[in-house]
């Protein structure tokens, strides 16, 4: 294996240790720390493939500041009303799509199981993450995670971050 | 318009009990498909700048009758049921697009742009054999036809011979009201489903009650974007079907103290936003009105919440179920800084808004909880019992008007 061959292997190594944290942090109900994945200033949306294919910019979550994730945080803990649910969120292999001035772009498939709190479970989204990472001191670090959710329609409500 | 066969008997005759069975049943259900949806209202389909070009389409519904919405070569906008004349089968199938004609994938029977059947496949037969009968009038068959009116950019439907020309449904306060937020020409910033576990007149009902939306959505309350105690009102048409609500900012409600004084959960002190700028609104209507929420009877939302802007359309799907089709929007003219504000406050809306995502459950809590609960009644009594335009938003007074058009049309 050459030099530049291990440090790919190294990168997606540490793509997917992220991506594993993140998943870990939404789904143990560690929501505070989802925040610390993302630079300051950032860029957050979730969106559809359709609305990415017409070009269509609005999310159903938008945030371009560490300060609007913690924000979002805060008012699904103590502001918004809705029914205890928790999500699973099973990620794929990360795939390199480029590197350039010290920013990764990565895809990477993802799927999410909603489980209320009678036991129903759901599948609730499928879609691809579309990222644009930069090394923090060592830790990889979301400028961008582009939400991209393959249905368009969502049931009920999104009451944790995908 | 004459009364139509109701399902079922209504229980008294004012309008501040609601029985329960009306959420449920699927006689009255399917009475409703016929006597509103398919009856002599309109129904919004979508915007005008959707079927912009000649031949420019959108699939979308009339109740449950999927209808295909197309602007044609002479710039007419038409409307026809998406339903094969030959088969039944669906003839567009896909959400928009562009054609110069459709053609049913099944047996490639044709249409023009105005719902016309055109086209029979083999319709002489083959090699003098087959085909259709010489008495086969292609005129005599095809979908059903819509009449559609447009206002203010926004496109109406309607299935009914007698039902009134828009301007006059709709009403001169009521348009006014349109022709506010729709002053120019809109650019769709994004479009979301949001399938909710509810029969659908619980979703207009919680769109028209002003009494719920400080008290259920915390996130209104403490950022005082809208409280009860803040001025503005709710203006109902006089058939009870529309509604405008709207919310102006006072300065004197900053120091009021009415939801501490009296424990209501939404009011949460020490509450603040890390990042403001979600917030940072601008008065571009030039009225001071920060939030104006207005219903056309039955199926048509306009949403201006600051500068976040929106149309949802209400689709049923079967008594305990429905889809809400939000379409986000600015204008073609907003700069990038409006564009973001606009991207921006849109969080407060949609199936994640700060807002809007607990008028997305509180309707299953209500089919839920209500369950077995077919023959009692809801109250609707806040602000008395009549169905009028009133200076506050402490009121079910456009919930009431709901009920009180509701009735005329199903002949309770």
Redesign the interface.
């Known amino acids: 294996m050459s030099a530049t061959d291990l440090a790919a292997a190294g990168l997606q190594l540490r793509l997917a240790q992220l991506n594993a944290d993140y998943a870990r942090a939404l789904d143990d109900d560690r929501m505070e720390e989802w925040p610390e994945f993302f630079t300051d200033p950032c860029l957050y949306v979730i969106t559809t493939a359709d609305n990415q294919r017409h070009g269509h910019t609005a999310g159903i979550v938008y945030a371009d500041s560490q300060g609007m994730l913690r924000d979002r945080v805060a008012a699904l803990r103590q502001a918004n009303v809705y029914e205890r649910q928790a999500y699973r969120h099973v990620v794929g292999l990360p795939a390199v799509r480029g590197e350039a001035d010290s920013l990764v772009r990565v895809e990477t498939a993802f799927l999410v199981v909603r489980i209320m709190r009678d036991g129903r479970m759901d599948l609730f989204a499928t879609g691809r993450y579309l990222d644009a990472l930069v090394d923090e001191g060592g830790a990889l670090r979301f400028r961008e995670r582009m939400v991209v959710c393959d249905n368009n329609r969502f049931d009920t409500l999104l009451a944790i971050p995908l | 318009m004459a009364a139509p066969e109701s399902p079922r008997t209504w229980p008294g005759t004012g309008l501040t009990r609601v029985p329960y069975w009306v959420y449920q049943d699927e006689p009255n259900y399917r009475a409703e498909l016929r006597h509103i949806f398919e009856g002599p209202v309109w129904n919004f389909v979508c915007l005008e700048s959707d079927v912009a070009r000649p031949g420019a389409f959108r699939t979308t519904f009339v109740g449950e009758m999927p209808v295909i919405v197309v602007r044609a070569e002479d710039g007419r906008i038409n409307a026809f049921e998406n339903r094969c004349a030959h088969r039944g089968a669906l003839i567009a199938l896909d959400?928009a697009g562009s054609a110069k004609h459709f053609q049913c994938v099944y047996h490639a029977w044709t249409y023009d742009l105005c719902g016309n059947l055109t086209g029979i496949a083999f319709e002489k037969g083959s090699n003098g054999r087959g085909g259709m009968p010489p008495g086969f009038r292609k005129g005599e068959h095809g979908p059903r036809k819509l009449r559609t009116a447009s206002l203010h950019g926004l496109v109406f439907a309607t299935l009914a011979a007698d039902a009134p020309p828009l301007e006059a449904y709709l009403g001169d306060d009521i348009r006014v009201r349109i022709a506010r937020v729709l002053r120019k020409p809109v650019r769709?910033?994004?479009?979301?489903?949001?399938?909710?576990?509810n029969n659908w007149k619980l979703y207009v009902e919680n769109v028209k009650d002003t009494y719920h939306a400080s008290l259920?959505h915390?996130?209104f309350g403490?950022f005082r974007i809208t409280r009860l105690t803040q001025g503005g009102g709710v203006l109902v048409s006089a058939d009870g079907g529309h509604h405008a609500s709207t919310t102006i900012n006072r300065p004197e409600d900053r120091v009021s103290t009415a939801y501490r004084d009296q424990g209501i959960r939404?009011e949460?002190e020490g509450?603040r936003?890390?990042?403001p700028?979600?917030l940072d609104g601008v008065d571009e209507f030039g009225d001071g009105i920060q939030l104006q929420i207005l219903t056309v009877f039955p199926n048509f939302v306009l949403q201006q919440i600051q500068n976040c802007l929106a149309v949802r359309q209400v689709l049923p799907k079967g008594p305990g179920a429905m889809?809400l089709h939000w379409t986000?929007f600015g204008f073609d003219d907003d700069d990038p800084t409006m564009?973001?504000r606009?991207?921006?406050q849109?969080?407060l809306v949609?199936?994640?808004?700060?807002v809007s995502?607990?008028d997305?459950?509180?309707g299953?809590f209500v089919q839920r909880g209500a369950a077995a609960a077919a023959q009692e009644l809801s109250i609707v009594n806040m602000g008395g019992d009549a169905a009028e335009s009133q200076e506050t938003r402490a009121t079910e007074a456009s919930v009431r008007g709901f009920w009180k058009a509701y009735r005329r049309y199903m002949g309770y």
């Open positions: 959400d769709v910033l994004g479009r979301f489903v949001q399938a909710l576990p259920l915390a996130f403490t939404s949460r509450y936003l890390l990042d700028t979600l889809e986000y564009q973001r606009r991207l921006k849109s969080n949609g199936p994640a808004g700060y995502m607990e997305g459950c509180v299953g």
